[in-house]
Nanobody, 115 residues
Framework: QVQLVESGGGLVQAGGSLRLSCAPSGNVLKFYRTEWYRQAPGKQRELVAL???????TVVDAVKGRFAISTDTVKNTWFLQMNSLKAEDAAVYYCKGVTPGGVYWGRGAQVTVSS
């Protein structure tokens, strides 16, 4: 059974940075699409960034210029670098990996931004 494990969340002051990581445990699968989502209290889960099968990255407007998604294909790990964090970025961040056989989610990493 494959599980995705996020790491790197925590408490940071506004204006600070964090880097989230996501890696699969269990059977190693090749993900052709990797994504980051976030969910703030009382809000729906929303897409933050993704890398598609061609390696093209997409970052939503709310975090453009501050967040970046990247991947280490050798380690089968992907990252979300978050800079200039704002109070509204506080949420639980989830990674998602897509394979031809299915979709896998991580359990989430809490990001708290203090003002």
């Amino acid at each position: 059974q494959v599980q995705l494990v996020e790491s790197g969340g925590g408490l940071v002051q506004a204006g600070g940075s964090l880097r989230l990581s996501c890696a699969p445990s269990g059977n190693v699968l090749k993900f052709y699409r990797t994504e980051w989502y976030r969910q703030a209290p009382g809000k729906q889960r929303e897409l933050v960034a993704l890398i598609d099968h061609a390696g093209t990255t997409t970052v939503v407007d709310a975090v453009k210029g501050r967040f970046a998604i990247s991947t280490d294909t050798v380690k089968n790990t992907w990252f979300l670098q978050m800079n200039s964090l704002k109070a509204e970025d506080a949420a639980v961040y989830y990674c998602k990996g897509v394979t031809p056989g299915g979709v896998y989610w991580g359990r989430g990493a809490q990001v708290t931004v203090s003002s």
